[in-house]
Protein backbone atom coordinates (compact mmCIF):
# COMPACT_ATOMS: atom_id res chain seq x y z
CA UNK A 1 0.00 0.00 0.00
CA UNK A 2 1.56 3.64 -0.77
CA UNK A 3 0.48 6.69 1.49
CA UNK A 4 0.00 10.03 0.98
CA UNK A 5 0.04 12.39 4.25
CA UNK A 6 -1.03 16.41 3.75
CA UNK A 7 -2.76 19.02 5.84
CA UNK A 8 0.75 20.25 7.58
CA UNK A 9 0.96 23.71 8.22
CA UNK A 10 2.28 26.50 10.20
CA UNK A 11 -0.18 27.36 13.36
CA UNK A 12 -0.04 29.52 16.06
CA UNK A 13 -0.04 27.85 19.73
CA UNK A 14 -3.50 26.62 20.69
CA UNK A 15 -4.50 26.22 17.15
CA UNK A 16 -5.61 23.22 14.93
CA UNK A 17 -4.70 21.19 11.95
CA UNK A 18 -6.36 18.24 10.62
CA UNK A 19 -3.66 15.97 8.64
CA UNK A 20 -5.04 13.36 6.24
CA UNK A 21 -3.25 10.49 4.96
CA UNK A 22 -4.63 8.59 1.73
CA UNK A 23 -3.80 4.81 0.80
CA UNK A 24 -3.73 3.62 -2.63
CA UNK A 25 -2.98 0.00 -3.84
CA UNK A 26 -3.48 -3.03 -1.32
CA UNK A 27 -6.40 -3.61 0.55
CA UNK A 28 -6.62 -0.47 3.17
CA UNK A 29 -8.73 -2.36 5.73
CA UNK A 30 -6.23 -5.28 6.24
CA UNK A 31 -3.75 -2.34 8.15
CA UNK A 32 -3.90 -0.79 11.26
CA UNK A 33 -2.55 3.06 10.64
CA UNK A 34 -0.18 5.40 12.96
CA UNK A 35 1.15 8.67 12.89
CA UNK A 36 4.60 9.24 14.10
CA UNK A 37 6.84 12.57 14.09
CA UNK A 38 10.01 13.54 13.59
CA UNK A 39 10.85 16.99 15.28
CA UNK A 40 14.22 18.78 14.19
CA UNK A 41 17.49 17.14 15.82
CA UNK A 42 15.13 14.30 17.63
CA UNK A 43 14.55 10.73 16.80
CA UNK A 44 11.02 9.41 15.05
CA UNK A 45 8.40 8.92 17.79
CA UNK A 46 4.92 7.60 18.10
CA UNK A 47 1.63 9.84 18.14
CA UNK A 48 -1.27 7.90 17.31
CA UNK A 49 -2.28 4.74 15.96
CA UNK A 50 -5.79 2.91 14.85
CA UNK A 51 -6.72 -0.54 14.69
CA UNK A 52 -8.42 -2.39 11.22
CA UNK A 53 -11.60 -2.76 12.71
CA UNK A 54 -11.67 1.37 14.21
CA UNK A 55 -12.64 -0.51 17.79
CA UNK A 56 -8.51 0.39 19.33
CA UNK A 57 -6.78 3.96 18.93
CA UNK A 58 -3.69 4.42 21.26
CA UNK A 59 -2.18 8.02 22.17
CA UNK A 60 1.37 9.04 22.96
CA UNK A 61 1.03 10.54 26.19
CA UNK A 62 2.46 13.82 25.20
CA UNK A 63 -0.70 14.03 22.92
CA UNK A 64 -3.49 12.06 24.69
CA UNK A 65 -6.61 14.36 25.10
CA UNK A 66 -5.26 16.69 22.29
CA UNK A 67 -4.93 14.94 19.50
CA UNK A 68 -7.99 12.40 17.93
CA UNK A 69 -7.10 9.67 15.19
CA UNK A 70 -9.65 8.52 12.96
CA UNK A 71 -10.36 6.53 9.48
CA UNK A 72 -12.66 5.92 6.78
CA UNK A 73 -12.28 2.82 5.16
CA UNK A 74 -14.43 3.99 1.98
CA UNK A 75 -12.11 6.77 1.50
CA UNK A 76 -8.88 4.98 1.96
CA UNK A 77 -7.93 7.74 4.69
CA UNK A 78 -6.88 8.12 8.34
CA UNK A 79 -7.13 11.90 9.86
CA UNK A 80 -5.03 12.99 12.38
CA UNK A 81 -7.42 16.05 14.50
CA UNK A 82 -4.61 17.91 16.34
CA UNK A 83 -6.16 20.48 18.69
CA UNK A 84 -4.85 22.91 21.27
CA UNK A 85 -1.20 22.33 19.60
CA UNK A 86 2.15 23.58 21.35
CA UNK A 87 5.55 24.58 20.07
CA UNK A 88 6.35 20.91 20.85
CA UNK A 89 4.34 19.67 18.59
CA UNK A 90 6.36 21.12 15.61
CA UNK A 91 8.11 18.13 13.32
CA UNK A 92 7.42 16.65 10.34
CA UNK A 93 4.61 13.52 10.74
CA UNK A 94 4.11 10.66 9.17
CA UNK A 95 1.47 7.82 8.50
CA UNK A 96 2.30 4.30 8.33
CA UNK A 97 0.62 0.77 7.72
CA UNK A 98 1.30 -2.25 9.83
CA UNK A 99 -0.13 -5.10 8.06
CA UNK A 100 1.00 -7.56 11.09
CA UNK A 101 -1.30 -6.08 13.40
CA UNK A 102 -4.74 -8.26 13.64
CA UNK A 103 -8.20 -7.22 13.83
CA UNK A 104 -8.28 -4.82 17.56
CA UNK A 105 -4.60 -5.03 17.92
CA UNK A 106 -2.03 -1.50 17.72
CA UNK A 107 1.53 -1.48 17.73
CA UNK A 108 3.41 1.47 18.22
CA UNK A 109 6.92 0.69 17.59
CA UNK A 110 8.19 2.07 14.23
CA UNK A 111 9.51 -1.54 13.19
CA UNK A 112 6.00 -2.69 13.01
CA UNK A 113 4.96 -0.60 10.26
CA UNK A 114 5.61 -1.66 6.52
CA UNK A 115 4.85 1.27 4.54
CA UNK A 116 5.57 4.63 5.20
CA UNK A 117 3.80 8.34 3.46
CA UNK A 118 6.29 10.83 2.43
CA UNK A 119 5.54 13.28 5.85
CA UNK A 120 3.83 16.63 6.28
CA UNK A 121 5.16 19.69 8.08
CA UNK A 122 3.34 21.01 11.05
CA UNK A 123 5.17 24.24 12.40
CA UNK A 124 3.73 25.51 15.74
CA UNK A 125 4.45 29.21 16.61
CA UNK A 126 4.43 30.75 20.53
Known amino acids: VQLQASGGGSVQTGGSLRLSCVAS????????VGWFRQAPGKEREFVAV????????YYADSVKGRFTISRDNAKKTVYLQMNSLEPEDTAVYYC????????????????????WGQGTLVTVSS
Open 50 to 57: ISRSTVTT
Open 96 to 115: AADSKAWLNVVHTRSSDYDS
Open 25 to 32: GGTFGAYA
